[in-house]
């Protein structure tokens, strides 16, 4: 029997990719789509299915308790994404992440747990554990790694990680957490790095590498995450969390040659910029538990065919590139669903 599943910040990359992946794939279920709009939210990327009779979008914050009234009634699970998550955004002003990942979670979570919803998976991020040293590849973060947050938008999903783990605890609530790894894969806001990179590259211009580019991030194709995100919602045990990872190391220098080759460039496109303020080196991720207990692991995430298929996509959608970086996708919103 199908259900009703509040996807919030489902206009964001994860989210929308997830949406989309829960209407081709699990047809009995019916998504409420529930996103603020601000800078990273798109609803240009969900254009194809707004008239969709299982898909309803509710334009509302998280914080918003007077709209999540009038959604939870109707809401049997959600997987909760809504959150400010751009780590360079977070160090010059902490102040909007503290308020959505940490305030806006507590909101929804009690709104949840008024209304009896049944299931709630909180989507968190492996940079809740802090960094690992460049020269021990065998260490890897496990799901029993001491929480060691770093950046202040690594503090606020902390927050709401703990809140959704306390609540599971304190109420009773059969809520899961989910801690992945780097996305990629189509639908990406253009201030991430890979967009980012690839739209520079194909204009002509630098590519902005932070430091000497050793720092290393595991990668993981957004569309196993989403079919991760679903086992968990199935079958993830309340108050567990699990690792979701790609199995995909490389280093943020190793993916700048790789994206200057897919573009045709070369080297001397890299321009070397002063390294973030507390840069993690290292994160990797120990993705056993849910390969054990849940069956589920990466297909999707390989490289080089994995990102070859991401840059592709960034280059045969320059019109949708260029409308989320010109906030056309703002006007777009307003013109044809101003009323939800």
């Known amino acids: 029997m ?19 992946f829960i209407l081709e794939n699990r047809p009995d279920d019916r998504v409420i ?16 299915l707004m008239d969709d009779p299982r898909h309803e979008f509710v334009h509302a914050d998280i914080a918003d308790v007077e709209k999540l009234e009038g959604v939870m009634p109707r809401v049997d699970s959600v997987l909760h994404l809504a959150a400010e998550s ?27 747990k008024r209304h009896g919803v049944g299931r ?43 809140l959704a783990r306390a609540y599971w605890h304190t109420y009773g609530m059969n809520v899961s957490i989910t ?31 932070y430091g000497d580019g050793s720092n290393v991030r595991d990668w993981l194709h957004v569309l196993d995450h989403c079919e991760a995100i679903c086992r968990v919602l199935d079958d993830g045990k309340p108050g567990e969390a699990y690792n979701i990872g790609g199995n995909n190391e490389r ?5 700048t040659r790789m994206l200057i080759d897919l573009c045709g460039r070369d080297e001397s496109a890299i321009k070397h910029v002063e390294d973030r303020l ?15 207990e849940l069956g589920w692991e990466p297909t999707r995430s ?23 970086r010109s906030g056309e996708y703002k006007r777009f919103y307003a013109q044809n669903y101003s009323g939800s």
């Open 33 to 48: 789509n529930l996103d603020a709009l601000t800078y990273a939210g798109n609803l240009e990327s969900l254009a194809d």
């Open 302 to 324: 390989a490289w080089p065919g994995a990102l070859e298929e991401t840059v592709q996509w960034y280059k045969d959608n320059r019109v949708w590139c260029d409308h989320v």
């Open 86 to 112: 751009h780590v360079d955004r977070s160090i010059h002003d902490p102040s909007l992440f503290l308020k959505t990942n940490i305030i806006g979670t507590q909101v929804l979570l009690d709104a949840a």
């Open 120 to 162: 709630f998976v909180y989507v968190s991020t492996d940079e809740v554990y802090g960094e690992l040293p460049l020269d021990d590849k065998s260490q890897l973060f496990t799901e029993e790694t001491p929480l060691k947050p770093n950046s202040p938008y690594a503090v606020s999903k902390t927050g709401g990680d703990m």
């Open 278 to 292: 507390g840069h993690d080196k290292r994160y990797a991720i120990d993705a056993s538990k849910i390969r054990r």
């Open 179 to 209: 801690r992945c790894s780097n996305n990629f894969g189509a639908y990406q806001f253009p201030e991430k790095v890979i967009p980012l990179f690839v739209n520079k590259l194909i204009e002509g211009e630098q590519v902005p590498l």
């Open 2 to 20: 199908g259900q009703t599943i509040l996807v919030t910040g489902g206009a964001g990359f994860i989210g929308s990719n997830l949406v989309r």
């Open 251 to 255: 280093s943020n220098l190793e993916l």
